[in-house]
């Protein structure tokens, strides 16, 4: 049971960081999941990092976007590289930092 509870409490924030995207940026669902238009495959590699780092498995992050993990695992690279070297990345890397800094704080309370 505590197995189960844990997945759902992780897909509840996985679909709560993803609702929050999707508004911050001015996305629709179906284009953050489906779009390789920039940048919306580096902001999918910025919310696989954060799953991740909320200890989601990376086959749990992948499902998500119906990903395979191994895309998972190389779009979270791919996006840590570029946001060292690329200013508009960065700029997005900064916008969606925000997102995810409110809502640690925000569970926090």
């Known amino acids: 049971m505590s197995k189960y509870k ?3 409490d992780m897909n509840e924030k996985a679909e709560a960081l993803i609702d929050c995207v999707l508004c911050v ?3 629709e669902r179906e ?3 489906n779009s390789r238009r920039f940048p919306l495959p580096v902001i999918r590699g ?4 954060t799953l991740i ?3 989601c498995p990376t086959i749990q992050a ?3 976007f119906g990903r395979h993990h191994a895309t998972v695992i190389h779009m979270v690279r791919r996006t840590r590289e570029l946001i060292e070297v690329d200013k508009e990345v960065k700029k997005i890397y900064e916008k969606y930092k925000t997102i995810v800094d409110y809502g640690e704080r925000k569970s926090a309370d």
């Open 46 to 49: 910025m919310i696989y990092d």
């Open 6 to 8: 844990n997945r759902c």
């Open 62 to 64: 992948g499902r998500y």
């Open 53 to 55: 780092g909320m200890g």
């Open 25 to 27: 940026f001015g996305l």
């Open 31 to 33: 284009e953050l999941m």
